[in-house]
């Protein structure tokens, strides 16, 4: 179920005295693959504050899958389309830092997404890089060691979330 913004804000700040913490809030990102010559590529973007390699994710908006969110930004960020898994691959948390400067904590789930269209122009083309990696690579690459476990776990089996 899907709150509105009053009511999130009353309840962040309920928990927030009652733990000492902001609560997690809860993206979703697409985990971009294909079958290469080589074996499981995927692909990563950069983030545009820091250019560090990320999976392409967002929040999901009022009464949308968390699938279809993830497939969305996917298109958005990467200009990506193809079958997402309904299927979660597993989940990480990271800090986000707020236009603020405030950090708090992010859960995202993470979607399988295997490609089968790559747009040459998709709405953040400006903003960002993408590029095509192996599964070990990319798991290399990232910086939280919870998205790099759940690449390389994929990496090794993507058939087992086909969608």
């Excluded at 709150?3 to 962040?12: C, L």
């Excluded at 993408?130 to 599964?135: E, F, G």
């Amino acid at each position: 179920m899907m709150i509105g913004d009053t009511a999130r804000s009353y309840f962040a700040e309920k928990i927030k005295l009652l733990l000492g913490t902001e609560p997690c809030r809860i993206q979703v990102a697409a985990l971009p693959w294909r079958k290469g010559p080589n074996g499981v590529e995927i692909m990563l973007i950069t983030s545009r504050d820091t250019g560090r390699w990320i999976l392409p994710k967002g929040w999901p908006e009022k009464d949308e899958q968390l699938c279809e969110a993830a497939l969305r930004e996917a298109g958005e960020e990467a200009g990506l389309r193809g079958a997402v898994c309904k299927k979660e691959a597993g989940r990480y948390h990271y800090a986000k830092l707020s236009r603020t400067g405030e950090e708090f904590p992010c859960e995202v789930i993470v979607f399988p997404l295997e490609v089968d269209r790559v747009a040459d122009k998709w709405k953040e083309r400006r903003e960002r890089e993408r590029k095509w990696m192996s599964a070990a690579e990319a798991s290399q690459i990232v910086r939280e060691p919870a998205l790099s476990e759940l690449i390389a776990v994929f990496g090794a089996n993507p058939r087992k979330y086909a969608a």
